[in-house]
T-cell receptor, first 113, second 116 residues
Framework: DAMVIQNPRYQVTQFGKPVTLSCSQTLNHNVMYWYQQKSSQAPKLLFHYYDKDFNNEADTPDNFQSRRPNTSFCFLDIRSPGLGDAAMYLC????????????FGDGTRLSIL | AQKITQTQPGMFVQEKEAVTLDCTYDTSDPSYGLFWYKQPSSGEMIFLIYQGSYDQQNATEGRYSLNFQKARKSANLVISASQLGDSAMYFCAMRGQGGSQGNLIFGKGTKLSVKP
């Protein structure tokens, strides 16, 4: 049973048209993350929530925003997607602590037309 | 600053043989965790194994084991009895006490191909 669920699996949007990616979890983990992964590269952390506390990575573009309305759900909003935003977007969850693994969803592959 | 280095962009292994994927790390944190993830071509990241910096024994998880050498700052993944389904990208990652709560630092990955 999937524990971190990302929808949709594939998303196509037009240049400049806002898009929202969603993530839900059944693990009741208090930390949720969004990563961007481009082809043949390692995942890059965009931001994470520790409970309701939002933490933005310093180099995350302003174009990217996130919402976490409750423990189970987290959304990634891209306000004006550019061609360079085409990537795999991975959601992950974990418990607090350096020994806690992050559990990833299957990812959403975003294409920009 | 924390850093993970995976020096093997690609590796080949014969089916049923063992393979070692290299990972070295750098950190000033006294307490940290090391993780290995598998990413098949379909894209999902699958957690494989964890090693804590204070763990006395090397971690093992089925066919996966971690050769942890703290003094050398290395945490190599050993896959025994390789299977065709093991063909994937493998990422080594580290998480420390310092810095951001969410800061899982990834290496660049090693692409493993298992030959029949």
């Amino acid at each position: 049973d999937a524990m971190v669920i990302q929808n949709p699996r594939y998303q196509v949007t037009q240049f400049g048209k806002p898009v929202t990616l969603s993530c839900s979890q059944t693990l009741n983990h208090n930390v949720m993350y969004w990563y961007q992964q481009k082809s043949s590269q390692a995942p890059k952390l965009l931001f994470h929530y520790y409970d309701k506390d939002f933490n933005n990575e310093a180099d995350t573009p302003d174009n990217f925003q996130s919402r976490r309305p409750n423990t189970s759900f987290c959304f990634l909003d891209i306000r004006s997607p550019g061609l360079g935003d085409a990537a795999m977007y991975l959601c992950a969850t974990s418990r607090q602590g350096s020994n806690q693994p992050q559990h990833f969803g299957d990812g959403t592959r975003l294409s920009i037309l | 600053a924390q850093k993970i280095t995976q020096t093997q962009p690609g590796m080949f292994v014969q089916e049923k043989e063992a393979v070692t994927l290299d990972c070295t790390y750098d950190t000033s944190d006294p307490s940290y965790g090391l993780f290995w993830y598998k990413q098949p071509s379909s894209g999902e990241m699958i957690f494989l194994i964890y090693q804590g910096s204070y763990d006395q024994q090397n971690a093992t998880e089925g066919r996966y084991s971690l050769n942890f050498q703290k003094a050398r700052k290395s945490a190599n993944l050993v896959i025994s009895a390789s299977q065709l389904g093991d063909s994937a990208m493998y990422f080594c990652a580290m998480r420390g006490q310092g810095g951001s709560q969410g800061n899982l630092i990834f290496g660049k990955g090693t692409k493993l191909s298992v030959k029949p």
